[in-house]
């Protein structure tokens, strides 16, 4: 493999790692602070791109769609939150999973009633193009905006919780929610909040994951498990945690479907190294995690000293 | 105490274990056993045979969503990862009918062999730990299971493997009949609910409900706790790799989809809606869950909708489940006897 | 417990009563059970298949071949169980006469022992594999598409014939992607510069796009229908490779359902198909023009397929005046297959796929600016059947 694919691979992986970041740092936080399963977070996601879809379309800018989804997606996590999620913080797992799952049901019906199974949402025809990052090297400009993005956000996460106000009682709530609320946290409002946040992260990963994966009803699925796998690894709680995870899983992710299917092709038909590549990193990803729950169950960085 | 463990001790007050169903109770059941006999001559009389596989199907659920309340709602496990022992069962079944082995009688034990391999293995490593790192590790499992099966196309990969026959059983007993097939699997389900009833019962069940209860209690006093959750996990998944060996003849297909965690949602959501830690539980959200399936999706495509709000509404308003409903509303026709 | 069963037994009786009045007038109507994906990413397909269909019979007076038709229309969500759950229920339920209508390989393979365990005939207008037209080919299954292979190898000649050199495959990991790949090397004489099977759904390709970069081949030709084609298209224009190299297509992966959310950037693809919107014959102007009228947009060559296998099933039972209840009879009416088809001429082979041109194609503009696919030249194959029909035993 030459460095040049190399190098355009790692990009890839790169991309993909800070979008599931995204969605992890969200569910970290919803499960370290409220102690609460919520399989519904995929949900979010998915009425993330839709509501954003949905704006591009109305607006006829890609821009402006996104930035009306955040918000709106926001309010609809904080709806979400203050009505039905708070009856169950003080309900054991088994009942969150129950009522998380019924409401992926519920979520994803809803947004087939109302827009369809799937919309249409293009990257702004300005980045529809590459770019030459190095001589040789030209990668898709949207790609980069991505990465951007995910690299931005990150950054701002980092400030909003090591520099504010908010981000000292997150941590707190996080390390040991009783002593928190014992010094007199207003714990409800920062749950809310806590969840507005998660949905707006979740809005803008599935907005510009959108163009280049489909907006359609159950994409949440598949990237929830995803999520959760990179929390349990990086810890659950912990943002920095759910980073490194995140771009473990990205890069293990791409590996298989770089790397590995080069290797198997060196001694297996095309069609079973095609199907070997994806299916071992898969694989790899889930070792990775039953590994680290065996070794070291609190994860990597773990929020809870 | 938990939910799960006051609905337990509420169903086994309306129908103990130990000492034996009421008599109404063994009326009801008496009435169950002849119209579970008679439903197949009854559709047949009627020319509705198609709704002989749809109970068949239902049945099969039943005792899947049974498997995983034995370890879930009876030993307190949540295991996220059920679904991967149906789809062993189911798996092997179907790549022995393949390479050529039809008997059933290899087949179905075989593949509840199998599946207690597996969950020997699953469980020896999972156990180790507890609470949500327990439900993330059974998933890591089930899911590395799905990736695997989806990985080996010789046996269809994520096309599925397609069967041209169903097993054998001898006898005569052609398994393509609908209404014999109905039978196999009714004999299996009863089969099933004895087994579970007769373990409950016994010294083991109720040490096992004792360590769901307080499982450092019991440890304390000398009870070899791991050994225990084990040999349940593992007895659970035969049982499911029975579910799914009766479904890939039901079906005469099977796709890596069964082993997928949203497969083993599904049954959780079965067993939390049927009663968790009750004998009929499983029976009664399968046959709920899968009815309403059928009869709000002709109404409307858009069934899923209302079949999330009314579980919804079972987690918030019924938690100990349909059983436990059913329960309260005995006990109180009892009480005003 | 006891509440499910009288609500199973009440609902059982409801319909036998119902069946029982059908049965008495057995062969009054026609009943087509129609399974199809139409929902996700990859729905545009079925809609067409369904509407064309649909289209077809309403033109007829709501009959096909004389007898009022009822048609069962059920989405398979593209999973091969939900399929196979509808098949069952068509069949043993609503015993339908005929099933047709799935778009995927995959799931008519997993469904359609249903159909012919059951002995009722499956028109496909659509999926239509290698082993159906070889090895296991059933006297109970027609296609009225063309063979799987058959676009790609009219791409592979194509591509000979246009002295491409070096050529970088992708197809998706199932029965048809396989076919597909296999047909293309089976005309083209250059050299395969990648073979590449990505998972069937899979919607992001910048892993393969970079391999493609790297190999640097002349020309790729993908076989990614639906909304793995939408996507593919868009990424790789987007990752510049559209300067670089050709992107060659059969005709699943440049018609109506991609070209709308593409846009502009499909203009001057080349492509290989059985139909075109402008093939020069009666029943097809007839067919783009009420279709036209009744949904609001151009058909794609997948409702040419589901107006077609309308027509067949009309046909076949028209030939045997009604009495559908006669299998035999019924098969030798769709095997002659006396309807005027919106390709020109149709014709069956001994496998009971078709015998037929294929073109070549290029999308540009119409005369009201949208994009469309037209006919270019000469055709590539005349009267082409497919590899596999030595293989099957029915004459």
Redesign the interface.
Same mark, same amino acid.
């Given at each position: 493999?030459?460095g040049? *694919?190399l190098l355009? #691979?790692s990009l890839?992986g790169l #991309?993909?790692g800070l979008m599931l970041f995204l969605l992890a740092a969200g569910l970290t936080l919803v499960f370290g602070i409220m102690d609460m399963i919520n399989l519904a977070h995929g949900s979010l996601y998915m009425v993330g791109a839709f509501l954003a879809a949905w704006f591009v379309q109305l607006t006829g800018s890609f821009v402006a769609g996104v930035l009306l989804a955040i918000p709106a997606a926001a309010v609809f996590g904080m709806v979400l939150e203050t009505t039905l999620l708070r009856s169950l913080y003080a309900r054991d797992h088994l009942s969150q999973v129950l009522a998380t799952f019924a409401l992926i049901l519920i979520i994803n019906e809803g947004v087939?009633m109302v827009w369809g199974?799937?919309l249409?949402l293009?990257?702004p025809a300005a *980045?529809?193009?590459?770019v030459e990052l190095l001589p040789g090297l %030209? %990668?898709?400009? %949207?790609?980069l905006l991505i990465i951007g993005v995910g690299l931005a956000l990150a950054l701002l996460l980092y400030l909003l919780v090591t520099q504010t106000r908010m981000g000292a009682l997150v941590r707190a709530g996080a390390s040991n929610r009783e002593m928190a609320m014992a010094m007199g946290v207003d714990i409800r409002r920062l749950f809310t909040a806590v969840f507005g946040i998660g949905a707006a992260l979740c809005a803008v990963a599935g907005a510009m994951l959108g163009? *280049? *994966?489909?907006v #359609?009803?159950?994409m949440g699925e598949g990237i929830l498990i995803l999520a959760f796998v990179v929390i349990v690894i990086g810890g659950i709680g912990s943002i920095r945690g759910a980073l490194v995870g995140s771009l473990l899983v990205g890069f293990v992710d791409?590996a298989g479907?770089?790397v590995l299917?080069h290797l198997f092709r060196e001694f297996l038909p095309? #069609?079973f190294a095609?199907?070997a590549g994806?299916a071992v990193a898969s694989i790899a990803v889930y070792l990775l995690m039953a590994v680290v729950l065996f070794v070291r169950p609190q994860g990597l960085f773990p929020a809870r000293g | 105490m938990t939910p799960a463990a006051s609905a337990a001790s509420a169903a086994s007050a309306t129908a103990t274990a130990s000492t034996g169903p009421s008599p109404a109770a063994r009326v009801?059941l008496l009435?169950?056993a002849f119209?579970?006999i008679a439903?197949p001559f009854?559709?047949q009389a009627?020319?509705?045979?198609?709704?002989v596989? /749809?109970?068949s199907r239902m049945m099969i659920y039943a005792i899947a969503a049974t498997s995983l309340n034995l370890v879930l709602g009876y030993g307190g496990l949540v295991s996220f990862g059920h679904a991967a022992f149906f789809g062993i069962g189911a798996y092997t079944v179907g790549i022995l009918i393949t390479e050529g082995v039809v008997s059933g009688w290899i087949g179905i034990p075989l593949a509840m062999g199998i599946a207690a391999l597996f969950a020997t293995v699953i469980g020896a490593v999972s156990l180790r730990t507890r609470g949500v790192y327990f439900i993330m590790i059974t998933l890591a499992f089930a899911q590395m299971l799905f990736y695997l099966v989806n990985s080996v196309?010789a046996y269809g &990969?994520?096309? &599925?493997l397609?069967l041209?026959l169903r097993s054998s059983l001898g006898f005569g007993l052609n398994l393509k009949d609908d209404a014999t097939f109905y039978f196999v699997v009714l004999a299996c389900l009863a089969g099933t609910l004895l087994a579970v009833h007769r373990i409950m019962g016994s010294r083991f069940g109720r040490i096992v409900l004792a360590m769901r209860d307080d499982d450092v209690r019991a440890e304390a006093i000398g009870v070899p706790t791991f050994r225990y959750k084990l040999v349940l996990f593992v007895i659970a998944a035969a049982l499911g790799g029975l579910s799914g060996a009766l479904m890939v003849n039901q079906?005469?297909?099977v796709?890596p989809?069964v082993l997928h965690w949203t497969q083993s949602g599904t049954l959780m959501v079965m067993v939390i809606l049927g009663g968790v830690g009750t004998l009929?539980g499983g029976?009664?959200g399968a046959? /709920?869950l899968l009815?309403l399936e059928e /009869?709000i999706s002709a109404y409307t /495509?858009h069934w899923q909708f209302w079949v999330g709000w009314i579980l919804l509404a079972i987690v918030l308003y019924a938690p100990r489940g349909l059983v436990g409903l059913v329960s309260r509303a005995l006990g109180r026709g009892a009480g005003r006897k | 417990?006891?509440p499910?069963?009288l609500? !199973?037994?009440t609902?059982?009786?409801v !319909?036998?009563t119902a069946?029982?009045a059908g049965?008495a007038l057995a062969a009054d109507k026609v009943k087509v059970g129609f399974v199809s994906t139409l929902?996700? =990413?990859s729905?545009a397909l079925g809609v067409d298949i369904r509407d064309a269909f649909m289209l077809a019979v309403k033109l007829n007076g709501g009959k096909l071949g004389g007898l009022p038709a009822e048609v069962i229309i059920g989405?398979d969500q593209f999973? =091969?169980?939900v399929g196979?759950q509808l098949f069952?229920?068509n069949i043993?339920?609503d015993r339908v006469d005929f099933m047709t209508g799935v778009v995927f390989s995959?799931i008519m393979?997993?469904a359609v =022992?249903e159909a012919f365990d059951s002995k009722t005939f499956y028109i496909s207008p659509n999926a239509a594999p290698s082993p159906l037209a070889g090895k296991e080919c059933n006297p109970y299954f027609f296609a009225v598409s063309w063979p799987n292979d058959a676009y790609h190898e009219a791409a592979g000649q194509n591509a000979t014939n246009k002295g491409f050199k070096k050529v970088y495959l992708i197809a998706p990991?199932?029965?048809a992607g396989?076919d597909s790949l296999a047909g293309f090397k089976r005309y083209f004489k250059g050299q395969v510069a990648g073979?590449?099977? !990505?998972?069937?759904g899979q919607?992001?390709y910048?892993?393969?796009l970079?391999?493609v970069?790297?190999a640097k081949p002349d020309a790729v030709y993908t076989f990614l229908p639906g909304?793995m084609g939408?996507?593919f298209i868009?990424?790789f224009?987007?990752?510049?490779l559209s300067k670089d190299m050709s992107l060659l297509q059969p005709g699943f992966g440049a018609d109506q359902d991609i070209i709308r959310?593409v846009g502009d950037a499909m203009l001057g693809t080349f492509d290989t198909a059985h139909w075109a919107l402008d093939l020069p014959n009666a029943a097809n102007k007839k067919f783009v023009a009420e279709f036209e009228k009744e949904y609001k947009r151009l058909p794609s060559v997948y409702a040419s397929q589901g107006y077609d296998a309308a027509q067949l099933i009309d046909s076949a039972v028209r030939e045997v005046k009604g009495k559908i209840e006669d299998k035999d009879a019924v098969r030798r009416a769709l095997k002659a297959a006396k309807f005027q088809s919106v390709r020109g001429d149709f014709k069956f082979n001994t496998n009971q796929y078709p015998i037929q041109n294929y073109y070549l194609r290029v999308v540009g503009k119409d005369a009201q600016g949208r994009l469309v696919n037209k006919t270019l030249g000469e055709p590539i194959f005349r009267n082409h059947g497919d590899a596999y029909v030595q293989d099957c035993g029915m004459k």
């Amino acid at each position: 493999m030459s460095g040049l *694919l190399l190098l355009e #691979q790692s990009l890839n992986g790169l #991309q993909f790692g800070l979008m599931l970041f995204l969605l992890a740092a969200g569910l970290t936080l919803v499960f370290g602070i409220m102690d609460m399963i919520n399989l519904a977070h995929g949900s979010l996601y998915m009425v993330g791109a839709f509501l954003a879809a949905w704006f591009v379309q109305l607006t006829g800018s890609f821009v402006a769609g996104v930035l009306l989804a955040i918000p709106a997606a926001a309010v609809f996590g904080m709806v979400l939150e203050t009505t039905l999620l708070r009856s169950l913080y003080a309900r054991d797992h088994l009942s969150q999973v129950l009522a998380t799952f019924a409401l992926i049901l519920i979520i994803n019906e809803g947004v087939r009633m109302v827009w369809g199974s799937d919309l249409p949402l293009s990257a702004p025809a300005a *980045l529809s193009g590459p770019v030459e990052l190095l001589p040789g090297l %030209y %990668y898709p400009a %949207y790609r980069l905006l991505i990465i951007g993005v995910g690299l931005a956000l990150a950054l701002l996460l980092y400030l909003l919780v090591t520099q504010t106000r908010m981000g000292a009682l997150v941590r707190a709530g996080a390390s040991n929610r009783e002593m928190a609320m014992a010094m007199g946290v207003d714990i409800r409002r920062l749950f809310t909040a806590v969840f507005g946040i998660g949905a707006a992260l979740c809005a803008v990963a599935g907005a510009m994951l959108g163009p *280049l *994966l489909a907006v #359609q009803v159950g994409m949440g699925e598949g990237i929830l498990i995803l999520a959760f796998v990179v929390i349990v690894i990086g810890g659950i709680g912990s943002i920095r945690g759910a980073l490194v995870g995140s771009l473990l899983v990205g890069f293990v992710d791409t590996a298989g479907r770089t790397v590995l299917p080069h290797l198997f092709r060196e001694f297996l038909p095309p #069609q079973f190294a095609s199907a070997a590549g994806p299916a071992v990193a898969s694989i790899a990803v889930y070792l990775l995690m039953a590994v680290v729950l065996f070794v070291r169950p609190q994860g990597l960085f773990p929020a809870r000293g | 105490m938990t939910p799960a463990a006051s609905a337990a001790s509420a169903a086994s007050a309306t129908a103990t274990a130990s000492t034996g169903p009421s008599p109404a109770a063994r009326v009801a059941l008496l009435a169950l056993a002849f119209a579970a006999i008679a439903f197949p001559f009854a559709m047949q009389a009627l020319d509705a045979s198609f709704y002989v596989s /749809v109970a068949s199907r239902m049945m099969i659920y039943a005792i899947a969503a049974t498997s995983l309340n034995l370890v879930l709602g009876y030993g307190g496990l949540v295991s996220f990862g059920h679904a991967a022992f149906f789809g062993i069962g189911a798996y092997t079944v179907g790549i022995l009918i393949t390479e050529g082995v039809v008997s059933g009688w290899i087949g179905i034990p075989l593949a509840m062999g199998i599946a207690a391999l597996f969950a020997t293995v699953i469980g020896a490593v999972s156990l180790r730990t507890r609470g949500v790192y327990f439900i993330m590790i059974t998933l890591a499992f089930a899911q590395m299971l799905f990736y695997l099966v989806n990985s080996v196309k010789a046996y269809g &990969g994520d096309e &599925g493997l397609n069967l041209k026959l169903r097993s054998s059983l001898g006898f005569g007993l052609n398994l393509k009949d609908d209404a014999t097939f109905y039978f196999v699997v009714l004999a299996c389900l009863a089969g099933t609910l004895l087994a579970v009833h007769r373990i409950m019962g016994s010294r083991f069940g109720r040490i096992v409900l004792a360590m769901r209860d307080d499982d450092v209690r019991a440890e304390a006093i000398g009870v070899p706790t791991f050994r225990y959750k084990l040999v349940l996990f593992v007895i659970a998944a035969a049982l499911g790799g029975l579910s799914g060996a009766l479904m890939v003849n039901q079906q005469n297909y099977v796709n890596p989809n069964v082993l997928h965690w949203t497969q083993s949602g599904t049954l959780m959501v079965m067993v939390i809606l049927g009663g968790v830690g009750t004998l009929w539980g499983g029976v009664l959200g399968a046959f /709920v869950l899968l009815l309403l399936e059928e /009869v709000i999706s002709a109404y409307t /495509v858009h069934w899923q909708f209302w079949v999330g709000w009314i579980l919804l509404a079972i987690v918030l308003y019924a938690p100990r489940g349909l059983v436990g409903l059913v329960s309260r509303a005995l006990g109180r026709g009892a009480g005003r006897k | 417990m006891r509440p499910a069963v009288l609500r !199973t037994l009440t609902a059982a009786a409801v !319909t036998a009563t119902a069946l029982s009045a059908g049965a008495a007038l057995a062969a009054d109507k026609v009943k087509v059970g129609f399974v199809s994906t139409l929902s996700g =990413p990859s729905a545009a397909l079925g809609v067409d298949i369904r509407d064309a269909f649909m289209l077809a019979v309403k033109l007829n007076g709501g009959k096909l071949g004389g007898l009022p038709a009822e048609v069962i229309i059920g989405d398979d969500q593209f999973k =091969p169980d939900v399929g196979k759950q509808l098949f069952e229920k068509n069949i043993k339920r609503d015993r339908v006469d005929f099933m047709t209508g799935v778009v995927f390989s995959n799931i008519m393979l997993a469904a359609v =022992p249903e159909a012919f365990d059951s002995k009722t005939f499956y028109i496909s207008p659509n999926a239509a594999p290698s082993p159906l037209a070889g090895k296991e080919c059933n006297p109970y299954f027609f296609a009225v598409s063309w063979p799987n292979d058959a676009y790609h190898e009219a791409a592979g000649q194509n591509a000979t014939n246009k002295g491409f050199k070096k050529v970088y495959l992708i197809a998706p990991n199932y029965q048809a992607g396989k076919d597909s790949l296999a047909g293309f090397k089976r005309y083209f004489k250059g050299q395969v510069a990648g073979e590449v099977y !990505t998972k069937l759904g899979q919607l992001d390709y910048s892993a393969e796009l970079a391999e493609v970069r790297a190999a640097k081949p002349d020309a790729v030709y993908t076989f990614l229908p639906g909304g793995m084609g939408i996507n593919f298209i868009k990424q790789f224009v987007g990752a510049g490779l559209s300067k670089d190299m050709s992107l060659l297509q059969p005709g699943f992966g440049a018609d109506q359902d991609i070209i709308r959310p593409v846009g502009d950037a499909m203009l001057g693809t080349f492509d290989t198909a059985h139909w075109a919107l402008d093939l020069p014959n009666a029943a097809n102007k007839k067919f783009v023009a009420e279709f036209e009228k009744e949904y609001k947009r151009l058909p794609s060559v997948y409702a040419s397929q589901g107006y077609d296998a309308a027509q067949l099933i009309d046909s076949a039972v028209r030939e045997v005046k009604g009495k559908i209840e006669d299998k035999d009879a019924v098969r030798r009416a769709l095997k002659a297959a006396k309807f005027q088809s919106v390709r020109g001429d149709f014709k069956f082979n001994t496998n009971q796929y078709p015998i037929q041109n294929y073109y070549l194609r290029v999308v540009g503009k119409d005369a009201q600016g949208r994009l469309v696919n037209k006919t270019l030249g000469e055709p590539i194959f005349r009267n082409h059947g497919d590899a596999y029909v030595q293989d099957c035993g029915m004459k």
